[in-house]
């Protein structure tokens, strides 16, 4: 059985006051929260046993999820009292990823991505390359240096191969990797960057990493305010997923639109939103499950979170129920 890890504990500090409402993967994306996408993903490719860790507001992921019966999927949680990066967390969880001792290979993936991804190539890629120590994602990028380069060369069986990471080289690590139980267990004890502490010295000291370049399909981290409105504008415009958690776009039957107010889509307006008399949403607007507009507001280009309320104009912003902060 091929189990996954979605890594969910970070602070998610970029993000200002929003963060204080919920952890990035719950962002939600077209009214949707960014981890469903992830979940969704697995499921469409069978992959059904998940673990996910969790630390900054935690809470918000389990009582969403649950045990993920409803998504498809069955649900365990690592609980992590102390950040322990991406290696550390993968080695806290390795008695749910592992627990009968088998070391099948499992897929470790960042719960800030939207990745229209094929798992089932890149868990073949790495079952054809013994050996390896993992088989990382990576995508060819022009700034790969803002992301960490990775240097991708092949073997002499034509096999790619990352050569370094955190140096010179053309791609970037999009957050996924396979890998086996056993490799992760050779990491140190305690807060470990899978990266930092593992990749790069077994590398350094000539052990092999497979690379699988992700060369098409969409791809979208949410670390920053923009990338985040921008990824909501995409899927707005139609961007396709092979495996998307739900509707994306258009009005949900029980929103509460008024006779006057005036819809320019694409637009994603939840269910149980309410626009206002002489309201204008969109284009590039979404209005969250029990939202509200008010009269006469505009949103356009913008996010509107669930339970949130827009009011005035709002433009290249996100409105959570707290905070109103800018997307540029």
């Not at 999820?65 to 949680?77: C, N, T």
């Not at 050996?131 to 990382?136: A, E, F, P, S």
């Not at 005035?312 to 707290?322: C, H, L, P, Q, T």
Request: a negative charge; glycine letters at 12%; charged letters at 20%.
């Amino acid at each position: 059985m091929t189990r996954a890890m979605l890594l969910c504990a970070g602070l998610g500090t970029r993000l200002g006051a929003l963060s204080d409402e919920r952890p990035k993967p719950m962002l939600p994306v077209c009214d949707l929260p960014i981890l469903r996408y992830g979940i969704a993903l697995l499921v469409g490719h069978g992959i059904t046993d998940i673990v996910i860790n969790l630390h900054h507001r935690g809470d918000v992921i389990e009582d969403d999820l649950g045990d993920g019966a409803a998504l498809g999927a069955r649900i365990q949680y690592s609980r992590e009292d102390v950040l322990l990066d991406t290696g550390g967390g993968l080695k806290r969880a390795l008695p749910l990823l592992d627990p009968d001792g088998r070391d099948e290979p499992f897929v470790s993936m960042n719960g800030k991505l939207i990745f229209d991804l094929d798992l089932h190539a890149l868990l073949d890629a790495y079952r054809r390359d013994p050996g390896v120590l993992g088989t990382m994602v990576v995508r060819a990028v022009p700034d790969a240096r803002a992301w960490g380069a990775v240097m991708v060369r092949p073997d002499d069986a034509g096999h790619p191969r990352v050569r370094d990471v955190l140096g010179d080289g053309e791609h970037m690590f999009c957050g996924v990797h396979v890998t086996r139980p056993s490799v992760v267990a050779r990491l140190p004890e305690g807060k470990a960057c899978m990266i930092r502490q593992g990749y790069l010295p077994w590398l350094r000291a000539g052990e092999p990493v497979a690379a699988f370049v992700h060369d098409g399909g969409y791809f979208a981290e949410h670390s920053t305010p923009a990338r985040y409105l921008a990824s909501n504008v995409a899927l707005l415009g139609g961007t396709t997923l092979r495996h998307p958690p739900g509707v994306l776009t258009g009005v949900d039957p029980t929103a509460r639109v008024a006779a006057d107010a005036r819809i320019v889509a694409p637009v994603r307006i939840g269910p149980g939103a309410t626009i206002g008399a002489g309201a204008t949403v969109g284009p590039d607007a979404v209005v969250g499950r029990g939202a509200t507009v008010a009269d006469g507001a505009t949103v356009r280009r913008a996010v509107v979170w669930a339970e949130a309320r827009a009011e005035g104009v709002v433009e290249d912003a996100i409105v959570g129920k707290s905070a109103t902060i800018p997307a540029i």
